[in-house]
């Protein structure tokens, strides 16, 4: 059950109306940054929850059709009650947080995470009197040992950055289940709904970067938050607060770019296993990290929860940083760019994007080897990737 992850069928058509406004197939960009009312016994209707229709609009900043469009269908990808997006993955991550947080609580975080994932808990939350316990990725059986009278959320990616980590989610939530109020939050950008779905295992919430996949054209900033219909309305009310919201041309990216999610996601499993397969065997590369790999310590968890791997590879080229330089400038098909998910292939370096403010000793310490490439992998054909990789490794 938690395993049947979506088809091309269900990115096309779930959640989607039969039809739309002006009869037309997608749903339009409503560009509208307020709404009007025929009467004041309507605005009455709308403000006492009596309106004929309840999900009217009021304020862009509380909503918007082609949002909501978009939030129908994510929740309907995703397996959830509902789903609220945002401006970037960024703002649905801080605002899930803060809206189940407050001063005096605790948060545990798994480590490897996405870097202002981990700013947010120990910069910003922190700062507003929520503590935190950050343990190593994956690691469920460190929950007990973390957990305290005031622990709130869990937060975990599923796989992680850089090195896709997964996280076994039947077990996380068992782990959780000790614990009344406690839950749990994670943010499953690298897996997609084509390759894992949270929801199915039990997890309160799952966050997106629609940055990555969801959009996947490298054209737009966005993010989504899915779980159940009380704890997406904490987290609306909250974006209405912050005013994170998706702008409604955002909104259509992300909603276009859903319909094509399985076919690119499939596509993008299939040739990240064929070249972590042909990366494990060159005699430059000193190891390969991709879930769909046997090596990978998290294969067998992989397996059992995810009906793909997803696009990213990660591995160490021989020779540390300057060799790992090398490679990138002399790939030519791979454009060097942060970021993964769409449909042009890019790679970047950890050591010198991410964690350039870090000596090598201090990125040896959390974990960031100098000859690390990240390989986003794109829709190009397998073949041309791999001639590529070639090209620039000999
Ligand atoms: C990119 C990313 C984010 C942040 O998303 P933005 O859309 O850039 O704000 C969060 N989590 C993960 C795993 C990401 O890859």
């Keep these: 059950m938690a395993k049947k ?52 609009e009021e304020y862009g900043r509380y909503g918007n059709p082609t949002s909501r469009a978009v939030e129908e269908r994510l929740a309907a990808l995703e397996g959830t009650e509902d789903a609220v997006l945002f401006s970037s993955g960024m703002a649905a991550i801080s605002t899930a947080a803060m809206a189940l947080l407050k001063h005096g609580e605790h948060v545990i975080l798994f480590g490897d995470c996405y870097r202002m994932t981990r700013e947010l808990v120990e910069g910003t939350l922190a700062r507003f009197g929520v503590s935190h316990t950050i343990v190593p990725a994956v690691d469920v059986a460190a929950i007990a040992h973390a957990l305290r009278p005031e622990t709130r959320l869990v937060m975990s990616e599923s796989p992680t ?76 009310d909250l974006r209405g607060v912050l005013g994170n919201v998706a702008d409604p041309h955002a909104a259509f ?29 060159h005699s430059a590369i000193t190891r390969v990290f991709y879930p769909g790999l046997p090596s990978h310590p998290d294969h067998e968890t992989a397996r059992a929860q995810m009906t793909g791997f997803g696009g990213v590879v990660s591995f160490i080229v021989k020779g540390g940083l300057d060799a790992a330089r090398g490679l990138v400038d002399r790939m030519e098909l791979a454009r060097i760019a942060p970021s993964f998910g769409g449909v042009d292939t890019l790679v970047e370096q950890p050591a010198i994007m991410s964690y350039y403010e870090m000596s090598s000793e ?29 090209r620039a490794l000999a």
């Design 161 to 236: 950055n850089p090195y896709l980590r997964c996280i076994d989610l039947e077990k996380l939530v068992l782990a959780c289940k000790q614990k009344r109020g406690l839950k749990t939050l994670v943010d499953a950008t690298f897996a997609t709904p084509v390759n894992c779905r949270p929801a199915g295992f039990g997890i309160d919430l799952v966050v997106h970067s629609a940055t990555k996949y969801l959009g996947g054209h490298h054209d737009v900033l966005a993010g989504v938050v899915c779980g159940t219909q009380p704890l997406c309305s904490l987290v609306r």
């Design 362 to 390: 201090e990125r040896a310490a959390v974990g960031i080897d100098d000859g690390l490439v990240r390989l986003a992998v794109g829709i190009e054909e397998p073949e041309d990737l791999v001639a590529d990789l070639t």
């Design 253 to 281: 990216l992300v909603g276009r770019g859903l319909k094509t999610l399985a076919l690119r996601v499939r596509k993008q499993n299939e040739s990240a296993l064929a070249i972590a397969r042909y990366l494990e065997g």
């Design 5 to 56: 992850n979506i088809s091309s069928t269900d990115a096309v058509h779930a959640g989607e109306p039969k039809t739309k406004a002006f009869d037309a197939v997608p749903s339009p960009i409503v560009a509208s940054a307020t709404y009007t009312f025929e009467s004041s016994a309507e605005i009455v209707r709308h403000t006492e929850g009596t309106h004929e229709r309840p999900h009217r």
